[in-house]
């Protein structure tokens, strides 16, 4: 937008806006450009998605060495056993969890950033 005032009087202003193409223009040195607003896509959440957490509950829960004690007739010792080995598997998955989503914020920036295998591969797929 560019702010005017008319000879007649210093009070008196206009605006100019110059729009092309759908977009809006300023010369303004100081004014902000607009960029155009596009649509934001929402994707439909899909029946794996919803379902993901309770998926993920169970195939941990299978994979837990304290899953195997039988209710009765467990000694203490094993019980301890089974409870740090439990607590080590979980360690285990917290680490994965963590290195994946690590590799995926280094592929989002390396996609932000317009560098590496992974920007190349997106836009050719877009």
């Not at 203490?76 to 740090?84: C, D």
């Amino acid at each position: 937008m560019i702010t005017t005032t008319f000879p007649e009087s210093e009070t008196d202003t206009m605006t100019l806006e110059i729009e092309w193409h759908g977009r809006r223009f300023s010369p303004a040195p100081d004014a902000p450009p607009r960029l155009p607003r596009r649509p934001i896509r929402r994707l439909p959440a899909r029946r794996d998605d919803t379902e993901l957490p309770t998926q993920l509950r169970e195939v941990i829960w299978n994979r837990l060495p304290s899953r195997l004690l039988s209710s009765k007739g467990t000694d203490r010792q094993s019980l301890v056993q089974a409870y740090i080995a439990s607590l080590n598997q979980l360690a285990v998955f917290r680490r994965d969890v963590e290195n994946l989503v690590r590799s995926a914020c280094l592929a989002n920036i390396e996609f932000s950033s317009g560098r590496g295998e992974t920007n190349v591969r997106a836009r050719d797929a877009a």
